[in-house]
């Protein structure tokens, strides 16, 4: 039996409505400002952003911020902003990148694959369904999870940017994210129709294969032809003076280096106090993923007290901290490069009831990760923090050189996860030892990959 909303709006409840707009003074003075001015604008909260200085008790150097340019790879260059560090160091570069675009391209093939993988695995289910219809409207994207992350530096290695630059396609990606897209759905039907048709598993898997072959080449006309040997060369020194070049890698020896088996010691934590999520509890996202064969996913979910005292123990300990979170709220990129929900009073300016917890802002669809950066420092006053240094990558032409920073308060609405050491997690090691409760693919705690 179909249902429809009952209870429409009545000619009184026109005339009540516009009686109280016009008996309200404040109303009226907001129309005549709104007419002209940006509803933030209006909403700033002035006393708040003078409170908030770019100023860090704790402030881990760190490299130039780097730009994503029109693409959604930030949590590909948050995570080599974590290890290029790591060779920095070692080489005394002042400036250095791993190539983004290596990853994006091995990436974008192994989510191809995976992406036909998950059509075959449910091809019997009705198109109408969730699941299929999910998988199909989702396709293969730019965005990703730290675990994705270390599936493609383990399955390929990682190269020096210069090596694998960017190309015209790898910094502006929707054309590029559309016909790939385009493809993988006509393939989806080629395979589901094989599938209904009852064909050999052998004939099948010579299709994907074509499919595959076909994806390759177009990937590599996007991001050029991925280098199987290279010369790692630059200048290093506090002046630049020491001149170094290192003949014969290839991206695996290259990884084994410089980075080893590093990426093996880190973990994700989140904080989502949902009713579904318990805490100290290990989670998976199902068909959620890039690399076939890989480990699945996994998130340890824990209260924000011990979420954050996590994150300030491994920047007391001199290491930054790859993490994701809601940008899209309450934010000023333009002048302050500052995330603060006291920043703009809505609730002052529009006169409605705007509160939700951050519960609320998950189960309602309110807010979910869409961006992954990096925590470089932290200010802390009476050993509690006040505001967070962020190392973005959205580039570097504004005052703060491409860093940003965010209030505490935001941070406890709007960080949902983060990467840790395994060597600070020794009280959860318990936790590990579960087996993690699998959530439904279009859950939040899976949205960076989206």
């Known amino acids: 039996m179909n249902q429809f909303p009952k209870g429409g709006i009545s000619a009184a409840d026109l005339k009540k409505f516009a009686k109280a707009y016009a008996d309200s003074p404040n109303a009226r003075l907001l129309t005549n400002a709104l007419y002209k001015v940006p509803l933030a604008t209006l909403a700033t909260n002035g006393t708040e952003l003078s409170q908030q200085n770019f100023v860090f008790s704790i402030d881990i150097k760190t490299l130039p911020s780097t730009n994503q340019k029109q693409s959604g790879r930030c949590w590909l260059f948050a995570a080599c902003n974590v290890l290029r560090e790591i060779i920095a160091k070692e080489k005394e570069l002042n400036d250095f990148e791993l190539s983004q675009s290596w990853l994006a391209f091995w990436d ?76 993988l759905i006509h393939n989806a039907f080629v395979l589901r129709e094989m599938v209904a048709k009852k064909a050999s598993a052998k004939a099948i898997a010579t299709a994907k294969s074509s499919m595959l072959s076909r994806i390759y080449t177009f990937l590599t006309t996007c991001y050029g032809v991925p280098p199987t040997t290279f010369a790692f060369e630059g200048r290093g020194g506090k002046d630049g003076s020491k001149y170094f070049r290192e003949e014969g890698y290839t991206p695996i020896t290259f990884r084994d280096k410089y980075i080893g088996n590093l990426l093996n010691d880190y973990v994700s934590i989140i904080n989502s106090p949902t009713e579904d999520k ?94 992954a950066m990096v925590l470089t420092g932290v200010n802390l006053v009476d050993n509690k923090p006040t505001r967070w240094k962020i190392e973005n990558s959205w580039g570097k032409e504004d005052p703060n050189k491409g860093y940003y920073y965010a209030s505490d308060s935001w941070f406890d609405k709007f ?26 693919p279009w859950d939040p705690m899976g949205t960076l990959a989206d």
């Open 415 to 440: 960080v949902y996860q983060a990467v840790i050491h395994k060597k600070h997690l020794a009280a959860y090691a318990k936790c590990f030892k579960q087996k993690p409760i699998l959530l439904k």
């Open 278 to 371: 318990p805490f100290h509890k290990l989670y998976t996202v199902d068909f959620l993923g890039n690399v076939a064969d890989a480990a699945p996913i996994q998130y340890l979910n824990l209260p924000m007290d011990e979420f954050k005292d996590l994150i300030l123990t491994q920047l007391r300990s001199g290491e930054i901290v790859w993490f994701g979170s809601d940008s899209r709220k309450y934010g000023d990129r333009t002048e302050k490069r500052l995330w603060d929900d006291a920043m703009y009073d809505y609730e002052l300016t529009s006169g409605l009831d705007l509160s939700l917890t951050k519960a609320q802002q998950l189960d309602g669809h309110y807010s979910v990760m869409c961006h």
């Open 108 to 183: 974008k093939f192994e989510r191809a694959n995976y992406f036909l993988e998950s059509i075959l695995a449910t091809a019997q289910i009705p198109l109408e369904d969730r699941l299929p219809a999910f998988l199909l409207s989702t396709g293969v994207t730019d965005g990703g999870q730290w675990d994705m992350f270390v599936n493609i530096v383990r399955k390929y290695g990682i190269v020096p940017k210069d090596v694998f630059p960017e190309t015209a396609q790898s910094s502006s990606t929707r054309p590029m994210n559309e016909i790939l897209n385009q493809n």
